[in-house]
């Protein structure tokens, strides 16, 4: 256990010199801290200290990798190479490579029948897990896509434009956008008709999908 907590440190620690490497050049900040604070409710240390889940080392990336999200049997990550790749979780195989994005892989979800990913190109992504092609891109937004989220019949996401954007999840028919974040919409939870979701300002709308409009506003 004490080794694990030295390697997250270490970990964190070349995550923190590329973050002040990035900004001296003028290039991108790597991780957005405040975001992170933002989305997960915790500092960045604390996630990385307490942090139950494996510490994998995942060498397909040609940049850094920016998300990655597991299932029981899964791992799928996205990164600053504009790709989305995934493994097996046991034997750390690489099932399939994800190619389609023009920036970064920013948002994942997935299941065991389908697999969606939002990036800084402004869309999100439809894929086939079989054949690695995609499936449906849309391209609404308008700025950079921070989230994707769906169920049974509904797919939301959320962007830098300040709007969640809702989709029937079979048809990819557009059902409504919510427009009252003053700003970035970093983050959004789905949960049956009812959508939470979070900007930069902090401000936490929860919206009911059936009236298509917010119910309350929490700051």
Known sequence: QHNQHVLRVRVL???????????????????NWRAAFVRY??????????????????GEHHSMTLIVRLSPTKIVCGGGDQTV???????????????????????????????????????WIHW???????????TDHDNEVNCVKFNNTTLATCSD?????????????PICVLQE???????LQ???????????????????LRQRQSVHKYS
């Open 161 to 173: 434009d300040n709007s969640v954007r809702v989709y029937d999840v079979r048809t990819y028919a």
């Open 190 to 208: 789905l949960e049956d008709d009812t959508i939470m979701s979070v900007c930069n300002s902090s401000t936490l709308i929860e919206w009911d």
């Open 41 to 58: 409710g915790q500092s960045p240390l604390n996630m990385f200290l307490t942090s139950e889940y494996d510490l994998v080392e995942v």
């Open 181 to 187: 974040h003053p700003g970035s919409v970093y983050n």
């Open 85 to 123: 790749f995934a493994f097996d979780r046991s034997s750390k195989a690489k099932l399939q490579s994800f190619l389609g994005h023009s920036g970064n892989v920013r948002a994942i979800q997935f299941d065991d029948s389908m697999l969606v990913s939002g990036s800084a190109d402004h869309s």
């Open 13 to 31: 620690i070349s995550l923190l010199v590329l973050q002040m490497a990035a900004a001296v050049e003028g290039y991108e900040p790597t991780i």
């Open 128 to 138: 086939d897990w079989a054949t690695g092609n995609e499936l449906h891109k849309n």
